[in-house]
């Protein structure tokens, strides 16, 4: 067993340097095995980060970090899907475990990715990619191995919710936006989020684990929540409906549907009770039924504790020699991803069924005379 397994962090932003704190500080999550930050790279050495991060750590060098050969498990916290891409295929290249939370990035190019580390006998996790702390690849992976998932939908993005919610309460779709953004939900070009891309990126990730499909982003079919009508999603909701952006998909078949689109979900499903940042994804397996895992899916500390889940998990597997297998062994081609919603706002329902929302208009418009 070697002495210490070395780590090194690419970028020490809100989730980078949250994480390197945690490390640093040897918290029980990884205790048992012994670690060793050796490097942080960082864009800029003059910027304060905090305490808890010795500067001596600090390299501004990416490429000094994937030549030292004293790590052993890289850790990909920078986002984006041109520098990260070429940083994680490097440290797969040269042998390295990687552990990222870039959406992007596993949406994208993950089939790909996947098929590196397996050449080079290398492990990539990316549980924080999807849905923050909660533990959905872990659950695909583990909980249900060996049992064939048929369906999953979700909410998956907190800014889109917490938008959403606000203007249930009153106002506009302009006015919930800045506050979101205030409060620290929103970017400050908040179009990934409120267009649906973030969430078709963590779709697609969802496709390729629970189905082994080679989905990628560009395949799916994504709308988002922009100008919604403030008036329109309060009438909904004195109806007894929420609207929530969805990511589902569905394999039969036929083969695999799935799309991220705005619709209205009952108040008493557990979807529709989601309130604020809140993510939650509802699993359905042939012989487990259905799951519900809920929390918060975004922010510094949820995504890093996710991330120390997979860094503890590699860690053992190298001391063990062994790594965890992932529920597949390769991602299948595919074709075809058809769309489920309809092409207008539809009422979502269990079954994954779904009627127009037209008739509570109807309905409304009824009652008004």
Avoid at 159 to 170: D, K, V, Y
Wanted: hydrophobic fraction near 45%; charged fraction near 20%; aromatic fraction near 4%.
């Amino acid at each position: 067993m070697q002495a210490s397994i070395g780590i090194g962090i690419l970028g020490c932003g809100v989730v980078g340097g949250s994480l390197a704190r945690r490390l640093l500080a040897k918290e029980p999550h990884v205790h048992g095995v012994e670690h060793t930050v050796h490097a942080i790279a960082v864009r800029s050495l003059a910027r304060n980060r905090g305490e808890g991060i010795p500067p001596s750590l600090l390299i501004d060098s990416a490429n000094a970090l994937l030549a030292d050969h004293r790590i052993d498990l890289v850790v990909e916290t920078m986002g984006g899907t041109t520098l990260a891409a070429e940083f994680v295929e490097r440290a797969l290249e040269r042998g390295c475990h990687v552990v990222t939370a870039n959406k992007a990035l596993i949406g994208s190019q993950g089939p790909r990715l996947h098929a590196l580390a397996a050449r080079r006998g290398a492990s990539l996790r990316y549980e924080a990619a999807v849905g923050g702390a909660l533990p959905i690849l872990r659950t695909i992976d583990e909980a249900l191995a060996g049992d064939p998932i048929e369906s999953f939908v979700g909410v998956l993005n907190g800014t889109c919710n917490a938008i959403l919610s606000a203007m249930e309460r009153g106002g506009s779709f302009e006015e919930a936006l800045a506050d979101a953004q205030r409060a620290g939900f929103a970017e400050a070009d908040p179009s990934e989020d409120i267009d649906g891309l973030d969430s078709a990126h963590k779709l697609a990730v969802l496709v390729q684990r629970a189905f082994g499909a080679a989905a990628i982003t560009p395949r799916l079919r994504f709308r988002g929540i922009r100008g919604i009508d403030g008036d329109a999603l309060r009438r909904y909701s004195k109806r007894g409906y929420r609207m929530k952006l969805l990511a589902a998909a569905r394999c039969d078949e036929r083969g695999i549907a799935a799309e991220v689109a705005p619709a209205l979900v009952p108040r008493e499903h557990p979807l529709g009770a989601l309130e604020g940042a809140q993510n939650g994804v509802l699993l359905r397996a042939r012989d487990a039924g259905e799951l519900y895992l809920r929390g918060v899916g975004a922010g510094g500390p949820a995504t890093s504790s996710a991330i120390l889940g997979d860094i503890a998990d590699v860690l053992r597997g190298i001391v063990a020699r062994t790594q965890r297998n992932d529920r597949i062994d390769g991602f299948a081609p595919i074709l075809d991803i058809r769309p489920i919603f309809p092409d207008t706002l539809a009422i979502w329902n269990d079954g994954f069924l779904t009627s127009p929302a037209t008739r509570l208009d109807a309905a409304h418009s009824s009652s008004a005379h």
